[in-house]
């Protein structure tokens, strides 16, 4: 099983529409869990940035962790044509040096 | 202004040459790493370097890599015979804060084309 599974999409949404994007993962010792968003040929940006279990709200994203199902979520609401790049999630365990990333999910929002 | 920089944006080069790979992280980054995306795939960890030596290297960074910071500020990576399957967008990030906290602070990339 691999250590963090995410869909790679690609995943297309009119504009305003509430995104959702997920990741499982099966390391229980990650307790620090991230989100980045990467535009074409660049280099991953950081999005949000949540420790252990809960929820963290940001503008209009908002990040959900549940360690219990070992399952991180990334909301967009009000999506825009901005918003068009592949979201990352990423985790790190406690005490670790490297942080680890999902595959990626391509994400388009259409005006 | 990036806080991290990286050259060359792209480089080619024949198979079995070596190539190195610099970057140029923000002065208070403590932890320096390396990851490489094969184009459409994940962003994968290659090695973690802190306080001048290798923190943590995954199994892709085998006898082919090495990490330097010789001077205090360039970081690189060196691959010394290069294969087709390196070719691969090469990415340096830095990070201030302590292990297992803090933002990953990523270059614009590194381009490496293997003929």
């Known amino acids: 099983q691999k250590e963090v599974e995410q869909d790679p999409g690609p995943l297309s949404v009119p504009e305003g529409a509430i995104v959702s994007l997920n990741c499982t993962y099966s390391?229980?010792?990650?307790?620090?869990f991230m989100w980045y968003r990467q535009y074409s040929r660049k280099g991953p940006e950081l999005l949000m940035y949540?420790?252990?279990?809960g929820n963290k709200e940001d503008g209009r994203f908002t990040a959900q962790v549940d360690k219990s199902s070992k399952y991180i979520s990334l909301f967009i609401r009000d999506s825009q044509p901005s918003d068009s790049a592949t979201y990352l999630c990423?985790?790190?365990?406690?005490?670790?040096?490297?942080?680890?990333f999902g595959a990626g999910t391509r994400l388009f929002v259409k005006a | 202004e990036p806080e991290v920089t990286q050259t060359p944006s792209h480089q080619v080069t024949q198979m079995g040459q070596e190539v190195i790979l610099r970057c140029v992280p923000i002065?208070?980054?403590?932890?320096f790493y390396w990851y490489r995306q094969i184009l459409g795939q994940k962003v994968e960890f290659l090695v973690s370097f802190y306080n001048n030596e290798i923190s943590e290297k995954s199994e892709i960074f085998d006898d082919q890599f090495s990490v330097e910071r010789p001077d205090g500020s360039n970081f690189t990576l060196k691959i010394r015979s290069t294969k087709l399957e390196d070719s691969a967008m090469y990415f340096c990030a830095g990070k201030r804060g302590l292990a297992g906290t803090g933002e990953l602070f990523f270059g614009e990339g590194s381009r490496l084309t293997v003929l």
């Open positions: 390391n229980s010792a990650f307790q620090y």
């Open positions: 002065s208070n980054h403590l932890y």
């Open positions: 990423a985790m790190i365990n406690t005490g670790g040096f490297k942080t680890i």
């Open positions: 949540t420790y252990s279990s």
